[in-house]
């Protein structure tokens, strides 16, 4: 497949001879490269990293553990300040069972990402992740992304490394790429998330939780402000770093969803999805895997994204709740993924967080009851509270009240 | 079919616009995704170039009261069954002169009127052109008996068939509606356009799984290549989506039907439907061209 550009024509050879893309270079491809080539040459590059044909997936579940946060993106549809009506803290007990119907279907893992609340100290998460780790030993705890991370390192004003070697002690698995955004501070300033952590306080969460261990995940959210070639730094960012430490397992990327958000906006198209994602399995060449998005991009884009580069369809969630808040429903099933990646020529593989397989589709063993909604953190209406909460001290006066003796 | 020869070979043929043999038509059936998206394209290049179509349409029901149609329609389309001659008629009365194109109906139905007789299906073709109409909305392929003869008779009432649909198929019988129109005549722009996705909802029972996008794209993407007697190749935005119907824009689709004639607008200018469409037919890098119910580009 050759194009009217000698340029675009020279690159698609570069990538074909296993050459790593400069900046300047990715650019050009993302932006002048027909869309067939940039899925063509994905394709090649994922064919040529996984040259067995399966396509992973993995059964979690995507729980909140609250909604409420200080951070106040304005991208973000799901928050709920201090003192809202509708804001919640799930109990401990809320969680195992989200964790016995997790289990239930075949899952092994809690994707566990929240909002900033202050009124949630170290300890309540260090007690959490003991409370699980002896209920479930094996069960995975895939848990708080770095803006988190650096929101807990303030909040107990200790340093980073300390709270991951406190999580690590307490249960802690891996770590999220959630809250990358795009990782460059001129767009994290417009997004109103540059406090909550800038691009250097971000990538700094992953290398030192990379140093003690961890493996974790990288994602992009793209389609706010940002210019392609901010795309592209925040693609060199996350190849760098990876470069340096090894730890990340997957790239995900998604387009910002802008319903009922303070930002609004249009949402990318599906078009641009399937060009970034192509775009990314080039320019990540030391990144050995990349999910689709079907939770942003719908089941069919989702899996065309097969054809652009991904090699695996992400998680089965169960539950969602952020993604939903901005106004995208989707859901798939086990049985449904299943069938989407044989659909698409692929072998379905089961795997973890470390990207090991787990082995055949659990559909395939036995009869899962079909999920044809994703599952929320709490019912609507549910304004209770967590008996645990008042072992805790809270720093702002709505949690003191909320955890006064009666 | 990454096979380069082979690419070559059936790209060769299909620029000089020439018969595919039963071979080739079996490669390109098992071909990968991207070489088939690659040949669509190119054809779809060849035969209008960088423009993609939409329509702004304003569905009417045959058996509304009052009728209000809304100032930014292109099309003015009246929908469901009519219950007599005269239902039509006067449904097709009532909302045409305002100088925008009106269609209507599904083949099928009118040739039920009818009750079959050849004559009574040509008057009443003939009573709905001078009502106003100008095209017979849809020949839903699944469900009309002799589609080529019931085109040419509409040809010959001086109206046109909007597009060709498929009600339901499943699997391989998805592949066989599009061999089947391909091997139709039809006298010179009888029939504008080719929808070739199901319209009927997929999945809605246990036993029908629902298409995938490999399923969508590569079916738009054989239509283009396999159905040389239809310009146009469509797809529906309210009906599939703004992701699925952009990106079969890149899969030989080259015209968009269904935009909705009223713009929601509560989200700000950028949000409305007609924005939507043109934003996302120039992200798939193809200039937005809108037309109205007759096929014709709308300058306005």
């Given at each position: 497949m050759s194009t009217s550009s000698p340029a675009v024509d020279a690159l698609a050879r570069k990538v074909r001879d296993g050459g790593r893309l400069s900046r300047s270079e990715a650019l050009t491809l993302y932006t002048e490269a027909p869309t067939h080539l940039l899925g063509r040459l994905a394709d090649e590059v994922r064919a040529a990293r996984h040259p067995s044909g399966v396509v992973t997936y993995i059964i979690d579940r995507n729980v909140?553990?609250?909604?409420?946060?200080?951070?106040?993106?304005?991208?973000?549809?799901f928050y709920r300040p201090v003192g809202a009506a509708d804001g919640y803290v799930l109990g401990f007990d809320e969680l195992f069972r989200k964790i016995d119907d997790t289990i239930a279907v075949g899952g092994e893992q809690l994707l566990l990402q929240g909002g900033h609340?202050?009124?949630?100290?170290?300890e309540w998460y260090e007690d959490l992740f003991r409370a699980i780790k002896a209920r479930y030993p094996a069960f995975r705890l895939h848990a708080l992304s770095p803006p988190e991370v650096i929101h807990l390192s303030r909040l107990a004003q200790v340093e980073v490394p300390v709270v991951i070697e406190r999580l690590m002690a307490a249960g802690l698995d891996s770590i999220p790429g959630g809250g990358a955004e795009v990782l460059v501070d001129r767009v994290r300033r417009e997004l109103n998330c540059l406090s909550k952590a800038t691009a250097d306080e971000w990538l700094d969460v992953m290398r030192h939780a990379h140093r003690a261990g961890l493996r974790t995940t990288v994602t992009m959210m793209y389609g706010?402000?940002?210019?392609p070639d901010e795309r592209i730094e925040h693609l060199m960012r996350v190849r760098e770093l990876q470069d340096e430490?090894?730890?990340?397992t997957a790239f995900i990327s998604w387009s910002f969803q802008p319903s009922h958000t303070e930002r609004g906006g249009a949402e990318a198209t599906g078009v641009e999805y399937l060009r970034t994602l192509a775009l990314a399995r080039l320019v990540l060449d030391n990144v050995d895997n990349l999910q689709a998005s079907w939770v942003t991009q719908g089941g069919k884009v989702g899996q065309l994204g097969l054809s652009f580069g991904a090699n695996d369809m992400g998680s089965v969630m169960i539950e969602e709740n952020v993604v939903r808040a901005a106004g995208a429903a989707f859901c798939m099933d086990e049985l449904e993924i299943v069938r989407n990646i044989e659909n698409a020529g692929f072998i379905p593989r089961r795997r973890n967080m470390h990207y090991e397989l787990l082995g055949d589709p659990i559909v395939w063993e036995r009869d899962v009851p079909r999920m044809t909604a994703l599952a929320e953190?709490?019912?609507?209406?549910?304004a209770s509270v967590p008996e645990e909460l008042v072992r805790y001290r809270a720093r702002t006066p709505t949690g003191k009240r909320q955890r006064a003796p009666r | 079919m990454s096979d380069d020869a082979s690419l070559a070979e059936l790209r060769e043929t299909l620029a000089a616009d020439g018969g595919l043999e039963e071979a080739q038509v079996r490669l390109l059936a098992s071909a990968d995704l991207l070489s088939l998206g690659v040949l669509a394209d190119e054809a779809r290049r060849r035969r209008h170039g960088q423009q993609a179509t939409f329509v702004r349409v304003a569905e009417v029901a045959v058996d509304a009261s009052a009728v209000e149609t809304p100032g930014r329609a292109r099309e003015i389309r009246v929908t469901g069954v009519p219950a007599s001659v005269d239902a039509a008629e006067t449904a097709v009365r009532a909302v045409a002169g305002q100088g925008v194109p009106v269609t209507g109906f599904a083949l099928h139905d009118l040739m039920g009127l009818a009750n079959g007789h050849a004559a009574e299906f040509a008057r009443l073709l003939r009573v709905l052109g001078d009502a106003g109409l100008v095209a017979v909305s849809e020949l839903t392929v699944d469900r009309t008996v002799d589609p080529e003869s019931a085109v040419a008779v509409v040809a010959d009432a001086g109206l046109a068939v909007s597009r060709l649909t498929i009600q339901d198929a499943r699997g391989d019988s998805r592949l066989e509606w599009v061999r089947t129109v391909a091997g139709w005549s039809f006298p010179p722009k009888a029939v504008r356009a080719f929808a070739p996705l199901p319209r009927a909802e997929s999945g809605a029972t246990p036993e029908s799984e629902p298409a995938t996008g490999y399923d969508d794209v590569r079916q738009v993407a054989l239509s283009r290549l396999l159905v040389d007697n239809i310009d146009s190749i469509q797809v529906d935005w309210a009906l599939h989506g703004p992701k699925l119907a952009q990106v079969a824009l890149t899969f030989g689709a080259d015209d968009i039907d269904g935009v909705p004639a009223v713009d929601t607008d509560e989200l700000g200018p950028r949000r409305t439907s007609v924005e939507d469409v043109r934003r996302n037919i120039r992200a798939a890098s193809f200039t937005p061209v809108e037309r109205d119910g007759g096929f014709e580009s709308v300058t306005r």
């Amino acid at each position: 497949m050759s194009t009217s550009s000698p340029a675009v024509d020279a690159l698609a050879r570069k990538v074909r001879d296993g050459g790593r893309l400069s900046r300047s270079e990715a650019l050009t491809l993302y932006t002048e490269a027909p869309t067939h080539l940039l899925g063509r040459l994905a394709d090649e590059v994922r064919a040529a990293r996984h040259p067995s044909g399966v396509v992973t997936y993995i059964i979690d579940r995507n729980v909140n553990y609250t909604n409420i946060c200080v951070a106040q993106c304005n991208f973000c549809a799901f928050y709920r300040p201090v003192g809202a009506a509708d804001g919640y803290v799930l109990g401990f007990d809320e969680l195992f069972r989200k964790i016995d119907d997790t289990i239930a279907v075949g899952g092994e893992q809690l994707l566990l990402q929240g909002g900033h609340n202050p009124d949630l100290p170290l300890e309540w998460y260090e007690d959490l992740f003991r409370a699980i780790k002896a209920r479930y030993p094996a069960f995975r705890l895939h848990a708080l992304s770095p803006p988190e991370v650096i929101h807990l390192s303030r909040l107990a004003q200790v340093e980073v490394p300390v709270v991951i070697e406190r999580l690590m002690a307490a249960g802690l698995d891996s770590i999220p790429g959630g809250g990358a955004e795009v990782l460059v501070d001129r767009v994290r300033r417009e997004l109103n998330c540059l406090s909550k952590a800038t691009a250097d306080e971000w990538l700094d969460v992953m290398r030192h939780a990379h140093r003690a261990g961890l493996r974790t995940t990288v994602t992009m959210m793209y389609g706010t402000v940002e210019r392609p070639d901010e795309r592209i730094e925040h693609l060199m960012r996350v190849r760098e770093l990876q470069d340096e430490t090894g730890g990340f397992t997957a790239f995900i990327s998604w387009s910002f969803q802008p319903s009922h958000t303070e930002r609004g906006g249009a949402e990318a198209t599906g078009v641009e999805y399937l060009r970034t994602l192509a775009l990314a399995r080039l320019v990540l060449d030391n990144v050995d895997n990349l999910q689709a998005s079907w939770v942003t991009q719908g089941g069919k884009v989702g899996q065309l994204g097969l054809s652009f580069g991904a090699n695996d369809m992400g998680s089965v969630m169960i539950e969602e709740n952020v993604v939903r808040a901005a106004g995208a429903a989707f859901c798939m099933d086990e049985l449904e993924i299943v069938r989407n990646i044989e659909n698409a020529g692929f072998i379905p593989r089961r795997r973890n967080m470390h990207y090991e397989l787990l082995g055949d589709p659990i559909v395939w063993e036995r009869d899962v009851p079909r999920m044809t909604a994703l599952a929320e953190a709490r019912a609507v209406g549910d304004a209770s509270v967590p008996e645990e909460l008042v072992r805790y001290r809270a720093r702002t006066p709505t949690g003191k009240r909320q955890r006064a003796p009666r | 079919m990454s096979d380069d020869a082979s690419l070559a070979e059936l790209r060769e043929t299909l620029a000089a616009d020439g018969g595919l043999e039963e071979a080739q038509v079996r490669l390109l059936a098992s071909a990968d995704l991207l070489s088939l998206g690659v040949l669509a394209d190119e054809a779809r290049r060849r035969r209008h170039g960088q423009q993609a179509t939409f329509v702004r349409v304003a569905e009417v029901a045959v058996d509304a009261s009052a009728v209000e149609t809304p100032g930014r329609a292109r099309e003015i389309r009246v929908t469901g069954v009519p219950a007599s001659v005269d239902a039509a008629e006067t449904a097709v009365r009532a909302v045409a002169g305002q100088g925008v194109p009106v269609t209507g109906f599904a083949l099928h139905d009118l040739m039920g009127l009818a009750n079959g007789h050849a004559a009574e299906f040509a008057r009443l073709l003939r009573v709905l052109g001078d009502a106003g109409l100008v095209a017979v909305s849809e020949l839903t392929v699944d469900r009309t008996v002799d589609p080529e003869s019931a085109v040419a008779v509409v040809a010959d009432a001086g109206l046109a068939v909007s597009r060709l649909t498929i009600q339901d198929a499943r699997g391989d019988s998805r592949l066989e509606w599009v061999r089947t129109v391909a091997g139709w005549s039809f006298p010179p722009k009888a029939v504008r356009a080719f929808a070739p996705l199901p319209r009927a909802e997929s999945g809605a029972t246990p036993e029908s799984e629902p298409a995938t996008g490999y399923d969508d794209v590569r079916q738009v993407a054989l239509s283009r290549l396999l159905v040389d007697n239809i310009d146009s190749i469509q797809v529906d935005w309210a009906l599939h989506g703004p992701k699925l119907a952009q990106v079969a824009l890149t899969f030989g689709a080259d015209d968009i039907d269904g935009v909705p004639a009223v713009d929601t607008d509560e989200l700000g200018p950028r949000r409305t439907s007609v924005e939507d469409v043109r934003r996302n037919i120039r992200a798939a890098s193809f200039t937005p061209v809108e037309r109205d119910g007759g096929f014709e580009s709308v300058t306005r």
